[in-house]
């Protein structure tokens, strides 16, 4: 079973970036799907960016895209986050997520799509 664990997260000027790391223990990464969602306060938890196994495909809500960049170093069993041009709307728990599978394509955006969970880290972006 893997444990997840992110890092990364604080405050930041609107404009400016953020990256968040998820290290992954217990398992083999490279056996995992991984994304990454977000939960803001009195909000439900919603999906940011996922990647598949190989890192070779890659998935992002509208609301990031062209802003947020995901990538995974299987080696290292770490998944990354780059935020840039944060805005305040960004401002949430980020957590890291995982599922077993080799699944070629990285469509999955759902919360009950992930069976494992880190404890999330905190963005903040001031206006």
């Known amino acids: 079973q893997v444990q997840l664990g992110e890092s990364g997260g604080g405050l930041v000027q609107a404009g400016g970036s953020l990256s968040l790391s998820c290290a992954a223990s217990?398992?083999?990464?490279?056996?995992?799907?991984m994304a990454w969602f977000r939960q803001a306060p009195g909000k439900e938890r919603e999906f940011v960016a996922g990647?598949?196994?190989?890192?070779?495909?890659?998935n992002y809500a509208d609301s990031v895209k062209g802003r947020f960049t995901i990538s995974r170093d299987n080696a290292k069993n770490t998944v990354y986050l780059q935020m840039n041009s944060l805005k305040p709307e960004d401002t949430a728990v980020y957590y890291c997520?995982?599922?077993?599978?080799?699944?070629?394509?990285?469509?999955?955006?759902?919360?009950?799509?992930?069976?494992?969970w880190g404890p999330g880290t905190q963005v903040t972006v001031s206006s």
């Open positions: 990647i598949n196994w190989s890192g070779g495909s890659t």
């Open positions: 997520a995982a599922r077993l599978g080799q699944f070629i394509r990285a469509t999955m955006r759902m919360v009950r799509d992930y069976n494992y």
């Open positions: 217990g398992g083999t990464s490279s056996n995992y799907a």
